[in-house]
């Protein structure tokens, strides 16, 4: 005896909703997914800005450096102190 092959529309609707059901949580996750990246390229963007304002104030103060250094040079004394024996 064949086996009974007989689907029902009945059948056929049951697994289309099951089916639409899956489809939707899916897409509710893919969502939940793009919202998780976006916050995560957006903390990220504030970290680039910041180590950019940081690299930026590094390297304005290592132009500066010698320049403060020469102007304070006269009144700096960078060699030791050489005792004075009589």
Do not use: C, W
Not at 40 to 65: D, N, P, Q
Request: net charge negative.
């Amino acid at each position: 005896m064949p086996p009974n092959d007989d689907v029902s529309h009945g059948d056929i609707y049951h697994k289309l909703g099951s089916l639409e059901g899956k489809l939707e949580t899916v897409l509710l996750q893919l969502g939940d997914r793009k919202s998780d990246l976006a916050s995560i390229f957006a903390r990220l963007r504030e970290i680039e800005i910041k180590t950019a304002i940081g690299v930026g104030i590094a390297i304005a103060f290592s132009v500066l450096l010698p320049f403060i250094v020469q102007a304070a040079a006269p009144k700096l004394h960078f060699s030791a102190h050489e005792e004075r024996q009589q």
